[in-house]
């Protein structure tokens, strides 16, 4: 119904359970809270970051506050890429989600592509 134009964590959760890989899944509130720290306090939330070190990517570390997960940024980019595509894949495919889609882009608030001109004035 609302899957891509609400503005909750569910449907938020429900992207993140559709299209991003398996090994992903499991921390859909966790990218939800991820999502909300990076934009609010520009911090990675409940994650430790790290980069080129894929062999850390989504285990666990144990902190003062608790055990967190570590996210390695390049991997966490490629199931970005993987939710991506499967996301497109399905658009191209799905009428609903084809609607739902054109619902929000439609909408004044709905992000769809826009351009502006813009001039420099030198003196």
């Given at each position: ?50 980069c ?25 980019f ?10 497109f ?35």
């Open positions: 119904s609302c899957l891509f134009w609400c503005s909750s964590f569910d449907p938020f959760r429900l992207f993140v359970l559709k299209y991003f890989p398996d090994d992903h899944k499991v921390y859909s509130q966790q990218f939800w809270d991820f999502r909300n720290a990076m934009i609010h306090s520009f911090n990675s939330g409940p994650f430790a970051l790290t080129q070190t894929s062999r850390n990517h989504l285990k666990t570390i144990s902190t003062a506050s608790g055990d967190m997960p570590i996210l390695n940024i390049e991997d966490f490629s199931a970005l890429l993987v939710a991506y595509r499967n996301y894949d399905s658009l191209f495919l799905e009428n609903d989600l084809q609607s739902n889609f054109q619902k929000r882009i439609s909408q004044d608030d709905g992000g769809a592509p826009q351009t502006w001109s813009m001039t420099e004035h030198r003196h």
